[in-house]
């Protein structure tokens, strides 16, 4: 067994996915609490043919506190999210992250400049349709980059 490890190419590269939609799969959904004490939704998207640096990416949902825009916001990018799911909110029915975990969808995705740092961000979601079985997982996906560049 060799002791020693190396750098691999994909560590190094600085170089962000293009903005536009790519396949994705929730892998991780659950109920959190932000550093200034308010209630999110924390998802946690595998994407799918992006070098590997960037196939994990954290979007986030903030239900209770915040600014009431802020939350007006956040709630309809979570309706969006249900539906692209394929799953259909009606009123009073309850958020139960679980029903999220292993989604197949698609993500809009464009950068953004947070901490001097170019990243990536969730702009929108829709239905990654038709889905495919994403061997790797076991769940639905797609390994190439998503139908559209809009």
Same mark, same amino acid.
């Given at each position: ?47 799918? /043919?992006? $070098?590997? #640096?960037?196939?994990? =990416? ?6 209770? !506190?915040?600014? &009431? @825009? /802020?939350? $007006?916001? #956040?709630?309809?990018? =979570? ?6 799911? !394929?799953?259909? &909110? @009606? ?60």
């Amino acid at each position: 067994m060799n002791d020693r490890l190396f750098f691999q190419p994909e560590d190094l590269s600085a170089v962000l996915p293009a903005p536009g939609c790519y396949r994705a799969t929730i892998t991780a959904a659950r109920f959190r609490t932000s550093s200034r004490g308010n209630r999110m939704l924390h998802l946690a998207l595998r994407l799918h /043919g992006v $070098s590997p #640096a960037y196939q994990h =990416l954290p979007d986030y949902f903030v239900l209770e !506190g915040g600014s &009431p @825009e /802020g939350r $007006s916001v #956040a709630r309809r990018r =979570l309706v969006q999210l249900y539906y692209a799911c !394929g799953l259909h &909110p @009606e009123d009073g029915d309850e958020i139960l992250p679980s029903q999220l975990i292993d989604a197949s969808l698609e993500v809009k995705l464009d950068h953004v400049e947070w901490a001097n740092q170019i990243r990536l961000r969730v702009l929108a979601y829709q239905s990654a349709w038709p889905p495919v079985v994403d061997l790797e997982s076991g769940g639905y996906g797609d390994q190439e980059q998503g139908a559209s560049d809009d």
